[in-house]
């Protein structure tokens, strides 16, 4: 892997490890949750605030990582990262007190923030610039069969040992994710200018004033995203229970969000990142919608289900590429660290807000709040399509070639 190109090789071994890295932290807890609470007799909010805790940490350390990545490169940082998650996996398997599960847990949120999605299309932007937009979407297609791939070996594992041998087997296949990353050959790094400490620019030009205003609408469109998707994902199987689905219902959301992704790459990532922006935005107060009418009708309900799947596996790809578009490629990482924090902060707060609404207002009401927080998605795409649709950063999201045919 050279600046500027990805070949094949190196976007499977970048998605491996997020295939890897996402299966063994954020799917963890719901494989081994019960398993933890039978043999500790902690509670449930005990056992399921670690990965709670892990993403506030992650919000804390998101504005440090530009300034992490432009000193080490991005394959060091997710290589730190994973190292991180790996030793976070050995130590919950011997951890016998509450005060040692959050501690590592710490830890591991510090790993998740350096070596998750948003460090990966860092490492993709660094080496491939605004040409990352199909990168992306490979790496997503891999990440995106993480909770399938592990639901299924955890609950295996647990099969045939206790939880705590199944965290040492994932801490092994934490090595593993290593090794893919040694694979990756590190790009040339391009040291992003200086723009001010906390990586908005400073608002002298109109142009500056543009990224800053620019900025601040992506940041809200990530945190609202993040808090309607976390919230949703959180409580699912309750929401199925409510319409009388099986649990074996749930796989329609996986089935919608890695058929979007396959669609997304099988179309050759044509579709700019601001016009799948704004698709999103119009189709997620629809999917809540038919969620509503579920009640009329189970069809609606296998809708809901199935789109917002789908839509939701294509915001991943938006929170990607959508930078490409409003900022500087060369910014990418120092500028997504910083604006990015808010919605690790409200993915963080969005179960236990979800909890409370669910307990007040039913699956019903539940459903109509999260359909007018959407609603602000809404507003705020088409915001962001009025304010770049014509530019000429645009254009070149439009017309930029996503990666060398030859090396893909």
Same mark, same amino acid.
């Given at each position: 892997?050279?600046?500027?190109?990805?070949?094949?090789?190196?976007?499977?071994?970048?998605?491996?490890?997020?295939?890897? &890295?996402?299966?063994?932290?954020?799917?963890?807890?719901?494989?081994? #949750?019960? !398993?933890?609470?039978?043999?500790?007799?902690?509670?449930?909010? *005990?056992?399921?605030?670690?990965?709670?805790?892990?993403?506030?940490?992650?919000?804390?350390?998101?504005?440090?990582?530009?300034?992490?990545?432009?000193?080490?490169?991005?394959?060091?940082?997710?290589?730190?990262?994973?190292?991180?998650?790996?030793?976070?996996?050995?130590?919950?398997?011997? $951890?016998?007190?509450?005060?040692?599960?959050?501690?590592?847990?710490? /830890?591991?949120? *510090?790993?998740?923030?350096?070596?998750?999605?948003?460090?990966?299309?860092?490492?993709?932007?660094?080496?491939? #610039?605004?040409? !990352?937009?199909?990168?992306?979407?490979?790496?997503?297609?891999?990440?995106?069969?993480?909770?399938?791939?592990?639901?299924?070996?955890?609950?295996?594992?647990?099969?045939?040992?206790?939880?705590?041998?199944?965290?040492?087997?994932?801490?092994?296949?934490?090595?593993?994710?290593? %090794?893919?990353?040694?694979?990756?050959?590190?790009?040339?790094?391009?040291?992003?200018?200086?723009?001010?400490?906390?990586?908005?620019?400073?608002?002298?030009?109109?142009?500056?004033?543009?990224?800053?205003?620019?900025? %601040?609408?992506?940041?809200?469109?990530?945190?609202?995203? +993040?808090? *309607?998707?976390?919230?949703? +994902?959180?409580?699912?199987?309750?929401?199925?229970?409510?319409?009388?689905?099986?649990?074996?219902?749930?796989?329609?959301?996986?089935?919608?969000?890695?058929?979007?992704? /396959?669609?997304?790459?099988?179309?050759?990532?044509?579709?700019?990142?601001?016009?799948? &922006? %704004?698709?999103?935005?119009? @189709?997620?107060?629809?999917?809540?919608?038919?969620?509503?009418?579920?009640?009329?009708?189970?069809?609606?309900?296998?809708?809901?289900?199935?789109?917002?799947?789908?839509?939701?596996? /294509?915001?991943?790809?938006?929170?990607?590429? /959508?930078?490409?578009? @409003?900022?500087?490629?060369?910014?990418?990482?120092?500028? $997504?660290?910083?604006?990015?924090?808010?919605?690790?902060?409200?993915?963080?707060?969005?179960?236990?807000?979800?909890?409370?609404?669910?307990?007040?207002?039913?699956?019903?009401?539940?459903?109509?709040?999260?359909?007018?927080?959407?609603?602000?998605?809404?507003?705020?795409?088409?915001?962001?399509?009025?304010?770049?649709?014509?530019? *000429?950063?645009?254009?070149?999201?439009?017309?930029?070639?996503?990666?060398?045919?030859? &090396?893909?």
């Amino acid at each position: 892997m050279t600046h500027g190109h990805l070949t094949g090789r190196s976007i499977f071994c970048i998605g491996m490890t997020q295939l890897i &890295n996402w299966g063994i932290t954020f799917y963890m807890p719901g494989v081994f #949750g019960t !398993a933890i609470m039978a043999e500790t007799g902690w509670s449930p909010v *005990v056992t399921f605030s670690g990965l709670t805790v892990a993403i506030l940490v992650m919000g804390l350390v998101s504005p440090l990582t530009g300034s992490v990545m432009a000193r080490t490169g991005g394959r060091m940082m997710m290589m730190a990262g994973t190292f991180a998650i790996t030793i976070g996996c050995f130590l919950m398997a011997i $951890t016998h007190s509450t005060a040692a599960w959050v501690a590592v847990w710490v /830890l591991t949120g *510090v790993g998740m923030r350096l070596a998750l999605y948003d460090a990966a299309f860092a490492l993709i932007v660094e080496t491939a #610039g605004a040409g !990352a937009r199909r990168a992306v979407s490979l790496v997503t297609l891999l990440g995106g069969l993480a909770s399938a791939v592990f639901w299924t070996a955890g609950a295996a594992l647990l099969h045939i040992t206790n939880w705590r041998h199944a965290l040492l087997v994932y801490g092994c296949a934490g090595l593993v994710g290593l %090794l893919f990353l040694t694979a990756v050959p590190a790009g040339r790094r391009v040291n992003p200018p200086m723009v001010g400490r906390s990586g908005l620019p400073a608002t002298g030009t109109a142009e500056d004033r543009k990224g800053f205003i620019s900025g %601040l609408w992506y940041a809200a469109l990530i945190a609202l995203l +993040s808090f *309607v998707s976390t919230g949703v +994902s959180t409580h699912f199987p309750r929401i199925l229970a409510a319409y009388g689905l099986p649990a074996l219902a749930g796989m329609l959301w996986g089935v919608g969000q890695v058929s979007a992704r /396959l669609l997304d790459v099988a179309s050759g990532a044509r579709l700019s990142a601001l016009r799948l &922006n %704004l698709i999103i935005g119009v @189709l997620l107060p629809l999917c809540f919608l038919a969620g509503l009418a579920g009640c009329v009708t189970p069809v609606a309900t296998a809708l809901f289900v199935l789109g917002y799947g789908a839509v939701n596996g /294509l915001c991943t790809v938006v929170k990607a590429v /959508l930078p490409l578009v @409003l900022f500087d490629p060369q910014q990418y990482a120092r500028k $997504t660290g910083v604006l990015l924090s808010p919605g690790f902060f409200l993915a963080a707060l969005a179960p236990s807000a979800y909890a409370m609404l669910l307990e007040r207002y039913g699956i019903p009401g539940t459903l109509l709040v999260s359909a007018i927080l959407t609603l602000f998605i809404t507003a705020i795409s088409v915001v962001i399509w009025r304010r770049h649709s014509g530019s *000429v950063v645009q254009s070149r999201d439009e017309e930029a070639p996503s990666l060398p045919g030859k &090396n893909v």
